[in-house]
């Protein structure tokens, strides 16, 4: 079974500080890593993911992430935050065979001060 | 191009009734997954159909089941609901079963 763990439940930061949103996972079979977002009422949104190559994967609205295998770790950085980056961030790994479930982490909640 | 679109937006059940969520996939994707997303937790899967067949369920009773239609849009089913399902309900479609999942807004299931 796979398992993910967001080790912050909240990161608060002031705007334009830069961010990191840390997350790692278990499994005993290869997975695919991802990183989505939820700003309040509304669905999850694909920030980023890694699937194979560079361990340094680039996403939407200036968010990259870096796998790193030996820690089991897919952390979320971004060096500038801005006030529309508040919302929740869940990071989920899926097996690479089998049906597509994505297990998900409990999430982190980013806020950002002026 | 329309997203995923899931209906209703919100409802309100009794506790013991039955509730049917809705969901139709972006164009040409073939593959539905549920998952349900309690307040303050990550979202949980509870299936995914692919070409009208179950190819997932998640540890969830059988109260739970859903289905797929031709036209690959999907109903999840709840019977005798329980204060415990109240929940925001996400839909996600992708093209294949193993390609990126694209969620829908969500329906806000609320028990009383």
């Known amino acids: 079974a796979q398992s993910v763990t967001q080790l912050d439940s909240q990161v608060p930061v002031f705007e334009e500080a830069p961010v990191e949103l840390r997350c790692n996972y278990s499994?005993?079979?290869?997975?695919?890593l991802f990183w989505y977002v939820q700003y309040p009422n509304q669905g999850l949104q694909l920030l980023l993911k890694?699937?194979?190559?560079?361990?340094l994967v680039k996403g939407i609205n200036g968010f990259e992430a870096e796998f790193n295998k030996s820690q089991t770790s897919f952390h979320l950085r971004k060096p500038s935050v801005h006030i529309s980056d508040t919302a929740e961030y869940f990071c989920a790994v899926r097996i690479i065979q089998g049906a597509q479930k994505l297990v998900f982490g409990q999430g982190t909640r980013l806020t950002i001060n002026p | 191009d329309a997203g995923v679109t899931q209906s209703p937006t919100h409802l309100i059940k009794t506790r013991g009734q039955h509730v049917t969520l809705r969901c139709s996939p972006i164009?040409?994707?073939?593959?539905v997954s549920w998952y349900q997303q309690v307040l303050g937790q990550g979202p949980q899967f509870i299936f995914q159909y692919y070409e009208k067949e179950e190819r997932g369920r998640g540890n969830f009773p059988d109260r739970f089941s859903a289905r797929q239609f031709p036209n690959y849009s999907s109903e999840l089913n709840v019977n005798a609901l329980l204060l415990g399902d109240s929940a925001l309900y996400l839909c996600?479609?992708?093209?294949?079963?193993?390609?990126?999942?694209?969620f829908g807004q969500g329906t806000r299931l609320t028990v009383v």
């Open positions: 499994s005993s079979v290869s997975v695919y």
């Open positions: 164009s040409g994707h073939k593959s």
């Open positions: 996600a479609s992708s093209l294949r079963g193993d390609t990126e999942a694209f």
């Open positions: 890694y699937l194979s190559g560079s361990t």
